[in-house]
């Protein structure tokens, strides 16, 4: 029994010894091929690998892509220092392959070195994901060269001596073959991803970065990607008790920005707003593009694309909640801004389109602009009496109809726009109604390749190509006929010729015992010009626009499910703008008009906006 106590005591004891100890590896094999395994993409084994050549002091890397005896390859080589020396000058290949997670710029970071990146002494090991052999060459301080062999899946590694007549500088490594599904790894996308991956380290360390792409016979230079945004300039010093992030954003209209997160110039993720703690705030925006680099975050060993979530993660989280708000500001007042150009150039594209159809259509029935009054008060009109319309080209009815900003283009335009050889011709109207056997009167505008109306060396030819009509005038800018005695349509063309140049035009004029009441028998309200038109966020009222009479504006509903649809895209919303245009303008220009006769004025009106509407 004392024997059998004893031995329980001793069990005890031992029991006791073993609830502390040590964290050890149980497989070691086990353990290098988890390791290995651990960076799932091969594009970012490729950067750690040029990496290494900038760490190394490198100022000029080549990246070759190629195929020798029908096996696919990839061929790193530097001009850096080299793999480190052993006491005989030789490189030390058995330090590196048996120092996996032991790395020397680990102990050089502790002495305070900075620019140097990778610490876990795992990046060699990141070349299971590219192919099935590495060979990693350097040569010795006498010159000689030395290669390590490392296959995928074998725990062992070969050291041999090359012969070669010419030392290896630096350091070349290569894998190969390349495995069966990396076979789209372009030098393209090679090219791209490190212009982006490395982007500060390539900036700052000058190293100048050559990809050959012998497969595909193309070569590209690494240059670190430029963002096409505008910078924002004084933003916010952040500085944190780990030390300072640094901040290069640039606000861009695209909606497709992104941030990426970088340490110490190297990419961490791709776009900023993947992390959790920035979800659905301005960094999600699309508005933002550009890097944010905190040099102390702490990094997951085996991707190196994910952040450990520890305290120097929490600095860096709060630290970005202020210059959020601030960001957030800027990113609104950016937005309004931008709504407010892009109306005015919708705007411009509007006038634009609706005036071209305005010398498409019969203008005793569209006169918004008043422009007869207007430009036969000025003495630069004709005869208006039967449709025929004054200086009715692109250049007077801006001025008639938006004189705030004619004084200004008319002083330009005396300067230095003069029209240029024919271009273009158009019929003006080149649709319009004719009563039986009266008088109708057309006009051709004739423009230059940037529009501006052209009056000299001119030489008009119309004629009759369908339906009867008898010209009273002809052979100049001006025709007028006498319509038919019976109703039908009638198709005449205008040939105009200035030199060797020749331009046509046709237009339809519908002969007719019975007119339309254009205006319902009275107007009652005066023509005001084209109105411009703005927002209103009205998302529980079902109307989509109103005319405001007395700001002679249309006010659009941008809360309205429809506007909210054509908002996708700016054709889109052009259209729906133009439509909504066109509604509004009949509706007030055709007063006491009944039901189906607005819905033809506004058909009639659309087809011809849209055909201009750019």
């Given at each position: 029994m004392i024997l059998g106590w004893g031995t329980a005591m001793k069990a005890?004891?031992?029991?006791?010894?073993?609830?502390?100890?040590k964290l050890r590896i149980g497989n070691d094999w086990n353990a290098i091929s988890i390791?290995?395994?651990?960076?799932?993409?091969?594009?970012?084994?490729?950067?750690?690998?040029?990496?290494?050549?900038?760490?190394?002091?490198?100022?000029?890397?080549?990246?070759?892509?190629?195929?020798?005896?029908?096996?696919?390859?990839?061929?790193?080589?530097?001009?850096?220092?080299?793999?480190?020396?052993?006491?005989?000058?030789?490189p030390d290949f058995r330090f590196v392959a048996t120092h996996i997670c032991d790395s020397?710029?680990?102990?050089?970071?502790?002495?305070?070195?900075?620019?140097?990146?990778?610490?876990?002494?795992?990046?060699?090991?990141s070349f299971w994901t590219l192919g099935e052999t590495l060979y990693l060459a350097s040569s010795s301080t006498a010159g000689r060269n030395y290669q390590m062999r490392m296959d995928r899946d074998d725990p062992s590694y070969r050291i041999k001596t090359l012969r070669s007549l010419l030392p290896c500088e630096g350091t070349e490594l290569k894998v190969k073959p390349l495995l069966p599904g990396i076979r789209s790894f372009t030098g393209e996308k090679l090219e791209l991803f490190l212009a982006s991956e490395l982007r500060d380290r390539i900036r700052d360390s000058g190293v100048l970065i050559t990809v050959i792409d012998r497969q595909t016979r193309k070569q590209y230079s690494v240059v670190p990607r430029q963002f096409d945004g505008k910078l924002l300039h004084q933003l916010p010093s952040i500085p944190t008790p780990n030390g300072e992030i640094y901040l290069e954003l640039y606000l861009t209209n695209?909606?497709?920005?992104?941030?990426?997160?970088?340490?110490?110039?190297?990419?961490?993720?791709?776009?900023?707003?993947?992390?959790?703690?920035?979800?659905?705030?301005?960094?999600?925006?699309?508005?933002?593009?550009g890097i944010?680099?905190?040099?102390?975050?702490?990094?997951?060993?085996?991707?190196?694309?994910?952040?450990?979530?520890?305290?120097?993660?929490?600095?860096?989280?709060?630290?970005?909640?202020?210059?959020?708000?601030?960001?957030?500001?800027?990113?609104?007042?950016?937005?309004?801004?931008?709504?407010?150009?892009?109306?005015?150039?919708?705007?411009?594209?509007?006038?634009?389109?609706?005036?071209?159809?305005?010398?498409s259509l019969p203008v005793e029935d569209y006169d918004w602009f008043e422009i007869h009054k207007q430009v036969h008060a000025s003495g630069q009109g004709h005869d208006v009496s039967n449709g025929a319309d004054g200086d009715y080209s692109a250049e007077s009815l801006d001025d008639e109809a938006f004189p705030g900003q004619a004084a200004a283009d008319r002083t330009q335009k005396d300067f230095f726009e003069f029209p240029g050889p024919l271009f273009s011709v158009r019929i003006s109207p080149v649709s319009s109604i004719a009563p039986v056997g009266q008088?109708?009167?057309?006009?051709?505008?004739?423009?230059?390749?940037?529009?501006?109306?052209?009056?000299?060396?001119?030489?008009?030819?119309?004629?009759?190509?369908?339906?009867?009509?008898?010209?009273?005038?002809?052979?100049?800018?001006?025709?007028t006929f006498t319509a038919p005695a019976d109703p039908g349509l009638v198709r005449i063309r205008v040939t105009v010729t200035q030199g060797d140049v020749s331009c046509s035009d046709e237009a339809a004029v519908t002969i007719t015992d019975q007119l339309l009441d254009a205006h319902g028998g009275h107007r009652s309200t005066p023509a005001q010009g084209l109105p411009g038109y703005t927002l209103e966020h009205a998302p529980n009222i079902l109307w989509r626009s109103r005319y405001d009479a007395e700001r002679n504006l249309i006010v659009v509903n941008?809360?309205?499910?429809?506007?909210?649809?054509?908002?996708?895209?700016?054709?889109?919303?052009?259209?729906?703008?133009?439509?909504?245009?066109?509604?509004?303008?009949?509706?007030?220009?055709?007063?006491?008009?009944?039901?189906?006769?607005?819905?033809?004025?506004m058909i009639e009106l659309t087809l011809y906006m849209e055909e201009n509407l750019r």
């Open positions: 005890t004891r031992k029991s006791k010894t073993r609830t502390t100890g390791i290995a395994l651990a960076q799932s993409n091969p594009l970012k084994a490729v950067a750690e690998f040029v990496e290494n050549s900038i760490d190394a002091g490198a100022r000029h890397i080549t990246i070759v892509r190629g195929k020798e005896q029908g096996e696919s390859y990839l061929l790193i080589t530097d001009d850096g220092e080299g793999i480190r020396k052993n006491v005989d000058g030789v020397f710029k680990k102990n050089i970071k502790a002495d305070g070195i900075r620019a140097i990146q990778g610490e876990f002494g795992i990046g060699l090991l695209s909606g497709r920005g992104e941030v990426g997160l970088y340490r110490s110039g190297t990419r961490v993720l791709t776009n900023f707003a993947d992390l959790e703690t920035t979800s659905n705030s301005v960094w999600d925006s699309g508005n933002l593009e944010v680099d905190a040099p102390f975050l702490t990094l997951t060993p085996g991707t190196r694309s994910g952040l450990i979530r520890d305290a120097q993660f929490l600095t860096f989280s709060e630290a970005l909640v202020p210059l959020t708000q601030h960001l957030t500001q800027i990113v609104e007042e950016h937005r309004r801004a931008e709504d407010e150009r892009s109306s005015e150039r919708m705007l411009k594209r509007l006038r634009r389109a609706f005036r071209e159809a305005i010398l008088s109708h009167t057309l006009r051709a505008v004739c423009r230059d390749k940037s529009r501006r109306t052209v009056n000299d060396g001119l030489t008009f030819s119309w004629e009759l190509i369908e339906g009867t009509a008898v010209f009273t005038t002809q052979n100049d800018e001006m025709l941008n809360g309205h499910r429809d506007f909210v649809y054509a908002n996708r895209n700016t054709a889109l919303k052009l259209r729906y703008i133009a439509r909504l245009y066109a509604k509004e303008l009949v509706q007030r220009n055709f007063p006491g008009a009944s039901a189906g006769d607005l819905l033809e004025r």
